[in-house]
């Protein structure tokens, strides 16, 4: 066999189908095997066998051969997923890589046009806004008047009432009784 020819898609196909149908058959005859020797050992007795005993003997031996017969169906099938691994890891691979490229730079040309568009509608805007007065801003309502400071009359009218709604007290004395003058 050469080693080389495993490494081209033909040869692995060939060595995996090889393999496989070696396994197959294989797992076809343990399984004839298993079902001869469970039905031999059935109808064989063996001195001292109580109810059931030949039964459970051919279980258990046609156990074995049944494993072995498990065990060349999953060696055909990793046969067929050692093919198919191959070729996607090693054969798909490089046109995989081009079309992730592909879509890749896609993205990004369309990324790179919405930000050409948004940096040519920031400029615009700014070019908008330098060419008017400093005095009205762009999109504000200009005012009538400008807005005035009227100083209240007193200072306690600057804050809002108190809670019970009365003003607050303008000296302490309005807290104590008037008395006798001491």
Same mark, same amino acid.
């Given at each position: 066999?050469?080693i080389?020819?495993?490494?081209?898609d033909?040869?692995?196909?060939?060595?995996?189908?090889? #393999? /496989?149908?070696?396994? #197959?058959?294989?797992?076809?005859?343990?399984?004839?095997?298993?079902?001869?020797? /469970?039905?031999? *050992?059935?109808?064989t007795? #063996?001195?001292?066998d /109580? $109810?059931?005993?030949?039964?459970?003997? !051919? $279980?258990?031996?046609?156990r074995? *051969?049944?494993?072995?017969?498990?065990?060349?169906?999953? !060696?055909?099938? +990793?046969?067929?997923?050692?093919?198919?691994?191959?070729?996607?890891? #090693?054969? &798909? *691979?490089?046109?995989?890589?081009?079309?992730?490229?592909?879509? +890749?730079?896609?993205?990004?040309?369309?990324r790179?046009?919405a930000?050409?568009?948004?940096?040519?509608?920031?400029?615009?805007?700014?070019?908008?806004?330098?060419?008017?007065?400093?005095e009205?801003?762009?999109?504000?309502?200009?005012?009538?008047?400008?807005?005035?400071?009227?100083?209240?009359?007193?200072p %306690? &009218?600057? %804050?809002?009432?108190?809670a019970?709604?009365?003003?607050?007290?303008?000296?302490?004395?309005?807290?104590?009784?008037?008395?006798?003058?001491?």
């Open positions: 066999m050469d080389n020819a495993l490494f081209t033909e040869g692995l196909r060939a060595f995996t189908a090889t #393999v /496989r149908d070696q396994h #197959v058959r294989d797992a076809q005859q343990y399984g004839q095997i298993a079902d001869i020797v /469970r039905r031999r *050992l059935e109808q007795p #063996v001195e001292g /109580r $109810w059931m005993s030949k039964k459970i003997r !051919a $279980w258990k031996v046609s074995q *051969l049944r494993a072995m017969q498990k065990a060349s169906g999953d !060696a055909a099938s +990793k046969a067929e997923a050692l093919y198919a691994t191959y070729v996607n890891e #090693v054969l &798909e *691979l490089p046109q995989r890589r081009a079309l992730a490229e592909a879509r +890749k730079l896609e993205r990004k040309s369309g790179q046009a930000v050409g568009s948004a940096v040519a509608k920031s400029l615009n805007k700014t070019a908008a806004s330098l060419g008017t007065p400093q009205q801003v762009p999109g504000a309502v200009p005012q009538a008047r400008p807005t005035e400071f009227v100083p209240p009359d007193t %306690w &009218e600057q %804050w809002p009432m108190a019970g709604g009365e003003r607050p007290t303008s000296t302490i004395n309005d807290y104590f009784a008037k008395g006798d003058g001491r």
